[in-house]
């Protein structure tokens, strides 16, 4: 027996004929906050539903909080914390409502969760709406509330699928706060998430998923290192006038990436791959040299718009 | 208050031993009572609905009973017995109730919290599973079949439409009624696509409260329709309720509830098998 929360060895789930995820091995340790990086359709929510408790695999072995989700679902989801893609908070209560209901789902006794429900409305500062039907409420504000909802039984791990998408940056920015705090506690979380920056910011390993495989797997630097130069130099052309460039500049930089609105130089000098490109008489409208950040890692890995 | 509280988790626990034998590991936590709960907190919001359900039948015992029965006189009752029309119709009318109470619950809310509202998914992210969602959602369906037959049950005593003190069971009565219909309800229910399948309630639950000898007495039909009458589950009710609020329970209301737990036992069961295939999938 390890020391992780979720294991996974061989973990497969099919839809009919479809094969969503196609044998996937995971390791989550206890206090990490571990993510899930993908494209649309990768796999990652048919994870973390799996892991959740509440899609049954069809093949392989997983193990969360050391049991077995076909035998001791119950058991396990009654420390888990799961905030879903998409909000399903219920929408015939209030928002204080939301949250005692849900408590005592847990078997929690009326005067526990009341204490809870205060505490967790002043953390996701929604304390003001308290009485407020939940639909009233932004679609920021069902975010958040659907955040302290998945706290009220302490979870001992905390699956996240998406849990900023929609947020205005602000929210975000409270949210990560929030979710740096619980993992301070000693909570582990689980997160996937369609922001570069938000992995980057919360994810201490993550794994970067595509057509149902696990195609990387390490820390945000390690994978910056891995799968990236130090440097990325950006060019911005004219509308039209990029087309011939990719080919003069290729042998200047380990890996051209060309996207719709610019050109994507690596290298581990951008400067000096910028003069060597001036000097070919590369004429663009803007440059930007920067270092290189994950997002470079998810589109050499998940290969959109490659230029080999 | 509390000791109704203990006596709930007691049943639950107990209810649990027998389920685990039954079904599958990991579909029920033991807590279906928290659906019956937030039920009851939701629906401060829809009394609305609750007391024209139980208006619905008062109009109609207004309307047919003074109305109609003006004209029809007496009714021959169970036992061959003079009844009055209206004293003749409530019991129909109560059963139907039962039946109204424990369908809209099962059908439309349950619909619209599985498909749209995403309810149970939100639930299943707790220790309940599929098991406990069916039995709340019984639960609830039953109470407010049993909320409106009570009330109902209220106005025929004001108005002397009872007869025996039979008329107690009555209630309880009305609660096997309901929970049969609620089981069959969310049953059905669960293997609704669109909205379009709903008009299959209509075409069931209509012509059963006009023809279960509801509003005249079994013997008006040939006898090869007397059998089909007796088919269909509202009859049953009917007929139970008849011979309880008018003093003539004998033998055959044992066979009427005979029918009610056996529609509620497979109700049940299909209603928890279909709800881990959609839910847990
Ligand atoms: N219940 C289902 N029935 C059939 N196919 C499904 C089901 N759920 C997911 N899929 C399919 O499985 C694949 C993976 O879906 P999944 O939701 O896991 O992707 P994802 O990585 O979370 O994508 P996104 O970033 O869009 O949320 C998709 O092709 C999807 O169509
Ligand atoms: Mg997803």
């Not at chain 1, 409208?285 to 890692?297: G, H």
Request: net charge neutral; proline share 5%; glycine share 8%.
């Amino acid at each position: 027996m390890s020391d992780s929360l979720v294991q996974a060895r061989g973990l497969r789930k099919r839809f009919g004929e479809f094969e969503a995820v196609r044998g996937i091995d995971i390791d989550v340790r206890a206090g990490e906050v571990f993510g899930f990086l993908g494209p649309n359709g990768a796999g990652k929510s048919s994870t973390m539903r799996m892991i959740a408790c509440v899609s049954p695999r069809s093949d392989g072995e997983l193990q969360v909080l050391g049991m077995d989700p076909d035998v001791d679902g119950p058991q396990i989801r009654a420390r888990l914390g799961v905030v879903p893609q998409q909000d399903n908070l219920d929408v015939e209560l209030s928002v204080r409502d939301n949250l005692h209901v849900y408590g005592r789902y847990f078997g929690m006794s009326r005067a526990a969760v009341r204490v809870k429900a205060t505490e967790l409305l002043d953390f996701v500062q929604l304390t003001d709406r308290a009485d407020d039907p939940v639909e009233q409420l932004s679609g920021g504000m069902k975010r958040r509330l659907t955040i302290a909802r998945s706290l009220v039984n302490d979870p001992e791990l905390m699956l996240l699928d998406e849990p900023t998408t929609g947020l205005d940056p602000q929210a975000r920015h409270l949210l990560w706060d929030r979710l740096f705090r619980l993992k301070q506690h000693g909570a582990t979380l689980i997160i996937t998430t369609h922001y570069m920056d938000e992995a980057e910011q919360l994810c201490d390993r993550l794994v970067v998923m595509d057509g149902g495989l696990i195609v990387a797997e390490g820390s945000p630097q390690e994978l910056i290192t891995r799968y990236s130069t130090r440097e990325v130099l950006e060019l911005r052309f004219p509308p039209g006038a990029e087309a011939s460039w990719p080919e003069t500049l290729r042998d200047l930089a380990d890996r051209v990436e060309q996207l719709p609105d610019r050109l994507l130089l690596y290298a581990a000098d951008g400067e000096a791959v910028l003069a060597a490109a001036h000097r070919r008489g590369v004429q663009p409208t803007s440059t930007l040299v920067r270092r290189s950040t994950l997002e470079d890692v998810f589109l050499r890995l998940t290969g959109r718009s490659l230029v080999h | 208050m509390s000791a109704l509280r203990e006596l709930s988790r007691e049943f639950d626990a107990r209810r649990a031993g027998l389920l685990v034998r039954v079904l599958p590991p990991g579909l029920y936590a033991g807590r279906a009572r928290m659906l019956v709960m937030r039920s009851a907190l939701a629906s401060r919001s829809v009394w609305l609905a609750i007391v024209s359900g139980f208006f619905e039948p008062l109009f109609y015992l207004i309307a047919m009973g003074q109305g109609l029965g003006s004209l029809v006189g007496t009714v021959s009752g169970p036992s061959g017995q003079q009844l009055s029309y209206a004293a003749f119709i409530a019991p129909g009318l109560l059963a139907t109730s039962a039946m109204n109470g424990a369908i809209y619950d099962s059908t439309f809310s349950f619909f619209i919290k599985l498909k749209y509202a995403k309810l149970y998914d939100a639930m299943l992210a707790t220790p309940l599973g599929p098991v406990d969602i069916a039995l709340g959602e019984i639960g609830w369906a039953l109470l407010r079949g049993g909320m409106y037959s009570a009330g109902f049950l209220g106005v025929m005593l004001t108005i002397g439409l009872i007869s025996s003190p039979w008329a107690l069971l009555a209630l309880p009565a009305a609660l096997f009624v309901a929970s049969a219909f609620a089981s069959i309800g969310i049953a059905a229910t669960s293997f609704m696509r669109s909205w379009q399948d709903f008009d299959l309630v209509q075409l069931a639950v209509v012509p059963m409260f006009l023809f279960s000898a509801t509003f005249f007495p079994l013997s008006v039909y040939p006898s090869a329709v007397q059998w089909l009458v007796q088919a269909f589950p509202l009859y049953h009710a009917v007929s139970l309720i008849r011979s309880l609020t008018t003093g003539v329970a004998g033998w055959s209301a044992l066979g009427h509830v005979t029918y009610f737990v056996v529609m509620a036992t497979v109700g049940f069961m299909v209603a928890s098998r279909r709800l881990t295939t959609l839910l847990l999938r």
